[in-house]
């Protein structure tokens, strides 16, 4: 468990004193910050070239592909995307003008929208998800054991978790290792 109480002689609230800037919680941050970065620029790279999707379009396009039933609500989609409602918005007009995705209005509550995959979407994941998930095996092949990521991922899942709370991602993970949810239109009875 990380230590993280006031240094000895320091009092809650004053000001750190220079060592402060060698705290190893500032280092894994940017550490964090910059992997992350550099993860997202040699991935999306690829993406562009190999099936034209940057990496926001790719993010939508994968929790509608592994989701049952391939479509979420707006509302879940911008959750699991980190994209504000205005943001998926726009992402999922841009990819519904280019036939990969259309906007479902459920019958029983006109409020409630969703984004589908179309034939066309799933196609492109079809083909697109191999050839991401190869080149995500080249970029940590060397790098991480296989016991190394799922560490990884339990770590960054969790944290994932308490940034975000339960009420958000409480109900993500019980649908299944992917992490998304499956919310579906009511049916009459």
Known sequence: MADHR???GQQPGSPLGIESVDD??????????????GLRQVLER???????????????LIRLARTPGNRLRMSELAAQTTLS????????????DTGLVMREICPEDRRGAFAALTVKGKAVMD????????????????????????TL???????????????????????????????TCPTEE
């Open 153 to 183: 991922e339990a770590l960054l899942r969790k944290l994932r978790d308490h940034l975000f709370g339960a009420e958000v991602l409480g109900s993500l993970d019980p649908a299944g290792p992917d992490g998304c949810p499956t919310e």
């Open 46 to 60: 690829r993406l562009e070239s190999n099936a034209g999707l940057t990496n926001q379009s790719f993010d939508v």
């Open 24 to 37: 190893r919680r500032m280092t894994t941050i940017g550490l964090l910050f910059e992997s992350a970065a």
């Open 85 to 96: 409602p205005s943001g998926l918005t726009r992402s999922v007009d841009r990819l519904e």
């Open 127 to 150: 083909e697109a998800i191999p050839r991401h998930v190869a080149h995500i095996d080249e970029v940590l092949h060397g790098v991480l054991t296989l016991d190394e990521e799922h």
């Open 6 to 8: 006031i240094h000895e």
